[in-house]
């Protein structure tokens, strides 16, 4: 592994795996690191846990299920939360998360009325 | 018909900040937003986060950030439609539009700025396949009327103020019978709030219903029942007349997708020399537009509106030329 860059498997919400390159050393979260690589996670509020548009669900153990609290009260309010469902503004990109693999929640607020 | 030199559509910080160097240059705005106050995403979102990024001040309130302007803007007398959503918009015969909101207010310019940010704020719907036919049929997401529940039978869904405060409200004296239903237990509203919520469902005020969620809506035409499901519990169906999902808003481009912008990734494109669209005289700035380069950040877009509204002078005054000056020279001139 190159010093301070993991990869993380992101699959987004028509299957497809995108493995990508990770800095550690940015202060970066996987909200923000999905938007770098253009994968479709709005990210509406900015990375306050106010909004659960990047929320994602974590496929294996290399990053704790354990939310913060802002983050399980926005959860609360979400919509199709699983257990394994956390904010990925959340989730700072450290090095002991390399492998890490996640889905993205469905999209369900992007409905046009107009 | 509401006239002025410059339409701003969006009265979030970027919008009123238009109305100052809009001013400068003696020009008229009048604002228009589909949230019933001012502040866009700073005061709907986030108005007690601190900001860091505005220059000079080390930190402020978003919420406070908004009532400077307020200030600042203030000498210009902007005008405000407010709870309203510029949906269409015209061209007249003499060069200017006329932009209709959904009640039917028009407004007349030369220029239109559309500052709108991520665009109309609209109430979070939760993902029940039936709940569309139940619209207005029982099902309201923002509570404009609450005489409208007087003697009614009322669930409201959500965690946060909004449906806290009105549960609140509506159990004290006006509906006939108030549930509150909420995944956790725990809520994210203001704990005063929180504490009420609690006494009340003590004093058999509110049927407290935590750890529960709606998840099936039934009724031949008007909505008749919801179905809860509660953690570790049977089923309950409740007879309503009204559910009220309060999961707070969250934005969408809206309209404004349809009004013939060249539009990129959900935002609109323009020319940095002067933030205008494709469309002559419609411009755009802050966060609702792109560029090669973008930020998405109020510092940029309070550059973008200073720079639009020169070329903005240029339409309602084709024959002046006009000359930078300093606010340390001339100080600021209202109208």
Not at chain 2, 128 to 149: A, C, N, R, S
Not at chain 2, 252 to 260: Q, S, T, V, Y
């Amino acid at each position: 592994m190159e010093e301070n860059i993991i990869t993380v498997t992101v699959i987004d919400r028509e299957g497809v795996a995108h493995k990508l390159e990770a800095p550690t050393d940015m202060n970066m979260n996987m909200m923000e690191l999905c938007k770098s690589y253009e994968l479709p996670v709005k990210g509406t509020c900015g990375g306050m846990a106010m909004c659960a548009s990047c929320q994602m669900y974590i496929e294996n153990d290399k990053v704790t299920l354990e939310r913060n609290e802002d983050e399980q009260l926005m959860l609360d309010e979400a919509w199709n939360v699983e257990d394994n469902s956390r904010l990925g503004c959340q989730i700072h990109l450290a090095n002991e998360m390399d492998g890490l693999i996640v889905r993205l929640a469905p999209e369900v607020d992007d409905e046009d009325d107009w | 018909m509401i006239e002025t030199d410059i339409l701003i559509i969006g009265a979030g910080p970027v919008g009123l900040f238009t109305v100052f160097e809009a001013g400068l240059l003696k020009l008229k705005c009048h604002l228009i937003d589909s949230l019933p106050q001012i502040g866009g995403q700073c005061s709907e979102i986030y108005p007690k986060k601190p900001i860091y990024d505005i220059p000079a001040y080390p930190s402020i309130l978003a919420g406070d950030l908004s009532d400077k302007l307020m200030e600042q803007i203030a000498p210009f007398k902007p005008g405000f439609t407010l709870g309203e959503t510029a949906v269409s918009i015209e061209e007249t015969e003499d060069n200017q539009f006329i932009v209709t909101t959904n009640k039917g207010t028009k407004h007349k310019a030369k220029n239109i700025a559309i500052a709108g940010g991520l665009g109309v704020f609209t109430p979070r719907k939760p993902p029940i396949p039936t709940i569309k036919q139940f619209e207005d049929k029982g099902i309201d997401y923002i509570v404009k009327d609450p005489e409208k529940f007087r003697d009614k039978k009322v669930v409201i869904s959500g965690g946060g103020d909004s449906a806290l405060d009105w549960a609140i409200f509506l159990a004290e004296g006006v509906a006939k019978e108030v549930s509150l239903v909420h995944r956790s237990k725990s809520f994210r509203g203001h704990l005063d709030s929180v504490q009420k919520i609690m006494d009340m469902a003590t004093e058999g005020k509110i049927d407290l219903m935590t750890d529960s969620e709606v998840f099936e809506l039934k009724g031949d035409s008007d909505l008749e029942t919801v179905t809860i499901k509660t953690k570790e519990a049977e089923n309950t169906i409740k007879k309503v007349d009204y559910w009220l999902p309060l999961f707070g808003l969250t934005p969408k481009l809206g309209p404004i997708a349809k009004w013939g912008l060249e539009i990129e990734k959900n935002a609109i494109k323009v020319d940095t020399f002067d933030y205008s669209t494709n469309r002559e005289g419609i411009y755009a700035v802050g966060d609702v537009n792109t560029y090669p380069g973008k930020l998405k950040l109020i510092l940029c877009g309070f550059h973008e509106a200073t720079l639009m509204v020169q070329s903005a002078f240029k339409r309602v005054h084709p024959d002046k030329n006009n000359v930078l000056k300093y606010t340390t020279v001339n100080g600021v001139n209202g109208f």
